[in-house]
């Protein structure tokens, strides 16, 4: 009896045996045939979640590949993928980290493009990352706590008892200044009403005047003018005045010439002079205030 059990568990520990050949046999077989019939991909990413090495490989949806090695670099994170060798890639096709479940279990999907040039597999493409559920369940834990600041920071500050009781005190004096303003409107309607009716009438008499009187203002402008280039003249005249006075004065101080053998003193030489300096006078005065000499009287009504 116990020779027969011996037997027994001899039996099932060679036939556990085998099993584990099969199963390696098999496992190094789909591995081998998976190497010599596809092709790896280099991808960098900056952050790459929970992917791991043997997550699956999608194209367009599809099954076709695994997740063969994750290497660290100064640049980010370098994901060699072997995809199939039916896939063919173009250049600009894209490699996105995706979030397969609730659990943040990851993968790689790739979408073909559609470029006319093949995506070189030697070249190391840059790759994208898709937000998951495990950090959008980070991100709204930080917006929570964020809430709960402002709340309470309001609570302290705008929401506090004080200020609430200036809030509700402004929004009554704001009713009463309504209220009031309310009244007063009512109660001076009329008189507004006049006051703008006296304003647009105001408007028409203006424009009527203005309208009737045109030519008279165009007359008046005229001769403003006519008055403006007449002292223009005289001041030009009176300017020659004392230049041919200044010359004259000259002459007088030439002794070899006839016309101080004329003259028994200076009297005329000086009254000259002073002449000369008052014309001067007159021409400064005249062309800083040229209203002192015009007065042009307007009258439209």
């Not at 027994?8 to 789909?30: D, K, P």
């Not at 402002?150 to 929401?159: E, G, P």
């Amino acid at each position: 009896m116990a020779s027969r059990n011996n037997i027994e568990f001899r039996v099932g520990i060679i036939v556990l045996i085998c099993l584990i050949l099969l199963a390696v046999s098999i496992y190094w077989l789909q591995g081998y045939k998976l190497e010599r019939n596809s092709q790896v991909f280099k991808v960098r990413f900056h952050d790459v979640g929970a992917l791991a090495v043997g997550d699956q490989v999608t194209v367009s949806g599809v099954l076709r590949g695994k997740i063969q090695s994750l290497n660290l670099s100064d640049s980010g994170v370098i994901v060699e993928l072997r995809v199939w060798k039916d896939v063919v890639l173009k250049r600009d096709a894209t490699f996105t980290i995706k979030n397969m479940g609730v659990m943040g279990e990851r993968f790689v999907a790739i979408q073909p493009g559609k470029d006319s040039a093949a995506l070189d597999p030697g070249q190391v493409t840059e790759g994208r990352y898709d937000t998951g559920l495990p950090e959008v369940m980070g991100l709204l834990g930080e917006m929570i706590t964020d809430l709960r600041e402002m709340v309470y920071s309001l609570k302290r500050t705008v929401a506090s008892d004080s200020s609430l009781a200036k809030f509700n005190q402004t929004i009554s004096n704001f009713e009463s200044v309504s209220a009031s303003l309310e009244r007063s409107v009512t109660r001076n309607e009329g008189k507004f009403t006049q006051s703008a009716e006296n304003f647009l009438s105001a408007s028409r008499r203006f424009s009527q005047l203005i309208q009737r009187n045109a030519g008279l203002i165009d007359s008046s402008a005229s001769r403003v003018d006519r008055s403006m280039d007449r002292l223009e003249r005289f001041t030009y005249q009176l300017d020659t005045l004392s230049v041919s006075a200044r010359k004259f004065a000259k002459m007088l101080e030439n002794e070899d010439g006839t016309l101080p053998l004329l003259m028994e003193d200076r009297r005329l030489y000086d009254d000259l002079r002073r002449t000369a300096g008052s014309l001067d006078d007159l021409v400064k005065d005249i062309r800083d205030h040229p209203k002192k000499y015009i007065n042009i009287k307007v009258e439209l009504f």
